[in-house]
């Protein structure tokens, strides 16, 4: 680029130089021919040259004049000097001083041709004063100039022409630009070498230093090691221009970040250190809340499940369950105000607390009443804890309840819905000190179920800052109301992640379900038989003695009968055909419900006949298709009747309330 503008520059320089060397030349000569003109113009008798011209006469006035031209021409630059009578087409010859044979004679006249002359011819008819004509034609470079005449009535009279020869000045301007342009040459690469000299010292090589080590900063700054860097101290630039100036501000940034990296492995440093207790913590929060299930493996009376999930390494929502006795179950769900560690080492002594209180016995506002006071001393973080506390007797289902400040229970009645129940709340513990807290009793039977949870259920918040709530909630348990508990609680969490989307979680979501189904069901007796059709007697025998020691009504014990020998008949028949196995049949009982179960089981082909398709009894008995009709029967009879396949064995249930 410079090079290609010193070119341009040079350029121009010759240009303007040679134009203006070209005028003044031109200037020169014309101020030389116009004197020669004058001069012979001063000699010749304008009021003659028509006569001339009329007569063809050469008298001794016109030789007179002639010689005296002559001399002027030989004395001077000119190298013609004649005087000519311009016409409206043509021009006339009135002398020519040209001493050789090709010297025009008087009276010749020519008509205009193209060219300056032609283009003049008008102005030179009246006699007026024209430019110099310079040409290049048969008689080499020449400059014309001509002296206009006037007779002695200020009439046009014709023109003294003027021809010097031009070709030294034109050989002169040659010389000239050529030398101006070796010269020019010659500057402009001085001046290109000297200025990419300066320019590669001061500008690009600093420039190609930063460049570098710019380069060399960015892949240090990619390794996998971030270490300091002495890139830019390293360099040699002590210019004060702007080169500089970048200089000691990327200098600077390297200095900047070297603290910065120092600062930032620091704080990394510490930050995993914190993460790590952090884990640690989350471990341990999470190993103080009970996870294991089935909780209670023993126990048939109920079935329980609880999940929370934190909005942050560690929460201040937490869920217990634990036996207070045997007949005796304590159910808690919390939410500490708050989140992260101090919620969560508040939740810590707030769990411990209500657990180790209840072991000693008491109800839940008793139990509730000690926590906040021993919660109330030394709280200066001012946290507080909503609490649902509940004590359930697992014999009768009877249980007392305690709400401070928490969310409503959903509770579900057999076979119903789960719908809320709405009471009034106490205020939540460690508000205040002294503070007293209701209670109110319930009665679970069996069937019935309780859902209890946080308000991170409720006011999980979409994009679009919309909550939950209640009703979504309900809407989610509903949907498949009689599940387990674990499948109940993935309903809702599937429900809650399904509105929420992307949106962050803003708090923790704690849920519980413990579904109640009664005191343990008695074993009753159960007999192993070979599959016959003749030990079908003994099988009723078997089945009628133990419906008469609970006192099953006749009605309800000759339906089993039906359903008994149509059952015992099929496994005869079908289980183990050809061969003969066993079959074994098992009563139980369940007093709460007043339901009789009876379960069959042998090893033979798997065979569901639930999955039978029912018969169609409205058509005529001739018209029906054989077989089916046993198990149809039985499936009305029955009030609920159930299959499964496990460890090679057919188990088939049938249940009858006998009451």
């Known amino acids: ?20 060397y070209q005028d003044v030349m031109l200037e020169h000569y014309e101020h030389d021919a116009m004197n020669i003109g004058a001069i012979a113009a001063s000699q010749i008798d304008p009021d003659r040259i028509q006569h001339y011209l009329d007569t063809g006469e050469r008298d001794e006035e016109y030789e007179r004049v002639y010689r005296i031209l002559s001399d002027i ?26 001493p050789s044979e090709n010297a025009i004679p008087l009276g010749y006249h020519e008509p205009y041709y193209a060219g300056a002359f032609k283009e003049n011819a008008p102005r030179m008819v009246r006699g007026e004063r024209i430019a110099p004509i310079v040409s290049n034609e048969e008689f080499g470079w020449l400059m014309s100039v001509y002296y206009p005449l006037h007779t002695s009535a200020g009439e046009p009279a014709g023109y003294v022409g003027v021809d010097i020869q031009m070709t030294e000045m034109v050989n002169d301007l040659r010389l000239f630009l050529s030398q101006l342009i070796g010269l020019t040459l010659v500057v402009a690469v001085i001046a290109c070498i000297v200025y990419i000299t300066i320019t590669n010292r001061t500008i690009a090589e600093p420039i190609r230093q930063l460049s570098g080590a710019a380069n060399q900063l960015v892949e240090a700054e990619q390794s996998a090691e971030k270490t300091e860097t002495r890139i830019f101290e390293n360099l040699t630039i002590r210019s004060q221009d702007e080169v500089g100036a970048l200089y000691r501000s ?73 036996l207070i006795d045997d007949d005796h179950l304590g159910l808690v769900m919390a939410d500490v105000s708050g989140k992260g560690v101090p919620a969560a080492l508040f939740m810590v002594i707030a769990k411990t607390l209500i657990k180790n209180r209840a072991q000693m016995g008491g109800g839940p506002a008793e139990i509730l009443q000690y926590v906040n006071e021993q919660l109330c001393e030394g709280n200066e973080a001012e946290l507080f804890v909503t609490v649902w506390l509940a004590i359930v007797e697992l014999s009768t ?32 513990v460690a ?10 009793s319930f009665q679970l039977n069996p069937g019935d179920a309780i859902f209890v949870y946080t308000d991170g259920v409720t006011e999980a918040t979409d994009k679009n800052n919309e909550l939950f709530k209640t009703d979504r909630m309900l809407a989610a348990l509903n949907r498949e109301p009689s599940a387990e508990p674990e499948k109940l609680l993935k ?47 003994e099988v009723l025998a078997f089945v009628d003695g133990q419906l008469e020691e609970i006192c099953c009504s006749m009605k309800a014990q000759i339906q089993l009968d039906v359903a008994v020998e149509e059952i015992f008949v099929n496994i005869a ?87």
């Not at 579900?412 to 205020?427: A, F, Q």
């Not at 508000?431 to 109110?440: A, T, Y």
């Not at 969490?493 to 989307?501: C, E, L, P, Q």
């Not at 798997?606 to 999955?611: G, I, Q, R, S």
């Open 397 to 428: 289902g009877k249980g007392l309840a305690a709400n401070a400040g928490h969310e409503h229970p959903a509770i579900r009645h057999g076979d119903g819905m789960y719908e809320l129940v709405v009471y009034r709340h106490s205020p939540a």
């Open 431 to 440: 508000v205040m000190e002294g503070m007293r807290f209701r209670e109110h």
């Open 1 to 20: 680029m410079v090079v290609s503008l010193a070119l341009i520059l040079g350029f121009l320089l010759i240009v303007a130089n040679y134009i203006h």
């Open 573 to 659: 028949n079908y289980a183990y055909t050809p061969n003969v196995g066993s079959a074994t049949i098992r009563t139980e009982l369940e007093p709460k419900t007043g339901m009789v179960a009876i379960t069959f089981v042998d090893s033979g082909i798997p065979y569901d006949p639930l999955k039978k398709e029912d018969p169609d009894v409205s058509l005529p008995v001739e018209e029906r298709q054989i077989g089916g009709l046993g198990i149809y029967m039985v499936k009305k009879s029955m009030d609920d009747m159930l299959y499964k396949y496990k460890d090679g064995q057919n188990i088939l249930t049938i249940k009858k309330c006998i009451r």
């Open 73 to 98: 021409r030989a004395n001077s630059e000119a190298k013609y000097l004649y005087v000519v009578k311009p016409g409206t087409d043509e021009v006339w010859y009135v002398m020519d001083t040209d």
């Open 491 to 537: 309903n809702v969490k599937d429900a809650i992640d399904s509105f929420v989307g992307d949106a962050p979680q803003f708090d923790d979501i704690t849920m519980m379900c413990i579904q109640y189904t009664g005191p343990e069901a008695k074993k009753m007796k159960e007999l192993t038989i070979e599959a016959r059709v003749e030990n079908l007697s």
């Open 250 to 322: 990327l200098s600077q940034m390297e200095h900047d970040m070297n603290a910065y990296i120092r600062d930032l492995l620091t704080v990394t440093a510490e930050r995993e250190r914190i993460g790590a207790e952090l884990n640690i913590a989350t471990q341990i929060q999470a190993d103080m809340l009970p996870r294991i299930f089935p909780a209670f493996p023993g126990r048939t009376d109920f079935e329980i499940y609880a999940t929370m999930t934190p909005a942050k390494e560690v929460g201040g929502d937490f869920y217990d369950f634990f």
